[in-house]
């Protein structure tokens, strides 16, 4: 088993203590009228949730990753919207910003990020490149001192609130994957506009848009990394991401697991609570062998980022099993509420509706089964390192 630190433990518990007391009880009418959890992103900011990996000379809170998923799956037991507001902050923004960004472009931009001043926003999918995202059609056309960006980017998270974009873009057509660039856009810039917000199935109060720019210029300055760096960072980035998202997947199935072991003592049927009866009995037991499973597999990925090690296939299996544990068992808690699960009131329909997504965003399941088989058939077959699952972390 994992070793969780004390301040591991402590931070699983602030955001527990949140998630709890703050998050749940306006989860449901958020949901239902897509309201946009403002005053709850400010929590989120005050108490260090936006920028947990950043190191604080950044103004962030300079943790690790375990400390991380493990906040976001106490928030995405009860509010899966919130839980990908800051997943897509720490993880695609801020991460990536951290790690590949210049010192001048950090020391601009990261501060404001990291503190929940600003948000930001990632922007890769398109209309006619979602998995097929080396496929980019926006361009970036390079004008000397700045980038000319004109194009359409689909599903962006935090679209309507976000102030700052990390905007994948294509230079060069001819060089595929490698002619293509990441920039750093402020939404404030002439050119940038909002477009229509989503009607979403799940995480509904959580603020997806259409963005479109036209004629946006941009400074050389904030383009990140090389000429030509734009895929691979958008990869690497992702990477990291999916560790999110697995965390986010894995919160949704476990808040769905919590509320049913609790609904299945008090629920009594044929004279006894439901729980003791097998077939629901049994239920719990897939359940929570399952949702360990994949708790095992987010918890590792995270290690092994930590660690430096090659992560992207650990991401990989621990985005696609916690997210199709979620689905699966978030339909077997509407299941165990019988009529109760298929009302609002009663949490688990949200959670189930909200675990769909995550087999969508950040790579598909069957974009992570891509990153996974090409791994395996080029003879790297996943093993961990001798040490590395009893790491003291
Ligand atoms: N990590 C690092 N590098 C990677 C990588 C990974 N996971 N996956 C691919 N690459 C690299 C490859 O090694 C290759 O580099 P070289 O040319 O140097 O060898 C380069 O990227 C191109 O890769 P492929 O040749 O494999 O390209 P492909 O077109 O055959 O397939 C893909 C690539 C894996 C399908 C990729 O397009 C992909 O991951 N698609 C899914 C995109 C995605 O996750 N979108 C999510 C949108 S963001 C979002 O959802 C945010 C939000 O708001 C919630």
Redesign the pocket.
């Known amino acids: 088993m994992f070793h969780l630190t004390e301040e591991h433990l402590a931070v699983k518990e602030a955001a527990r203590q949140f998630a709890q007391n703050e998050l749940k009880p306006g989860v449901i009418d958020r949901d239902r009228h897509m309201h946009y959890p403002k005053e709850q992103v400010r929590q989120m900011a005050e108490l260090g949730f936006l920028g947990m990996m950043v190191p604080p000379e950044y103004g962030g809170g300079g943790m690790d990753t375990l400390a991380y998923v493990l906040a976001m799956e106490e928030i995405s037991k009860v509010d899966a919207s919130c839980a990908?507001i800051m997943?897509?902050n720490n993880s695609?923004v801020c991460w990536g910003l951290e790690t590949y960004g210049t010192e001048t472009q950090k020391q601009q931009y990261l501060p404001k990020l990291a503190t929940g001043e600003w948000i930001g926003?990632?922007?890769?999918?398109e209309p006619e490149a979602?998995?097929?995202?080396?496929?980019q059609r926006t361009t970036a056309v390079d004008m000397g001192d700045h980038y000319l960006i004109n194009g359409t980017k689909n599903?962006?998270?935090?679209g309507g609130t976000s102030n700052v974009h990390l905007v994948i873009a294509q230079t060069y057509p001819e060089k595929?994957?490698?002619g293509i660039n990441a920039f750093i856009v402020e939404t404030a810039w002439p050119g940038v506009t909002i477009g229509a917000k989503e009607d979403k199935l799940g995480i509904r109060s959580s603020d997806?848009h259409t963005i479109m720019y036209s004629d946006v210029k941009v400074p050389k300055e904030n383009r990140i990394g090389d000429d030509g760096f734009g895929?691979?960072f958008?990869?690497?980035t992702?990477?990291g991401?999916?560790i999110g998202?697995a965390a986010q997947a894995l919160g949704i199935a476990a808040g769905a697991y919590e509320l049913s072991v609790a609904y299945s003592k008090e629920r009594e049927a044929f004279g006894k609570p439901i729980s003791k009866h097998q077939a629901i009995a049994f239920k719990l037991a897939d359940m929570a062998t399952e949702i360990e499973a994949a708790r095992l597999l987010v918890y590792r990925s995270a290690i092994l980022k930590d660690q430096g090690v090659d992560y992207?296939?650990a991401?990989?299996m621990a985005k696609l099993f916690a997210s199709e544990v979620a689905m699966r068992h978030t339909v077997e808690a509407v299941q165990i509420h019988g009529g109760y699960g298929y009302v609002k009131e009663y949490h688990v329909e949200r959670l189930m509706r909200d675990a769909k997504?995550t087999q969508?965003?950040?790579?598909?399941s069957e974009?992570q089964r891509?990153?996974i088989s090409?791994n395996v058939l080029d003879g790297e077959l996943y093993v961990p390192m001798p040490g590395q699952l009893a790491a003291s972390v």
């Open positions: 990908v997943s897509v695609l926003s990632f922007c890769l999918s979602g998995s097929d995202a080396t496929s599903w962006i998270t935090n595929g994957h490698r997806t895929f691979k958008a990869m690497n992702l990477n991401g999916r998202i992207s296939q991401a990989a997504i969508i965003y950040e790579g598909t974009v891509i990153v090409r």
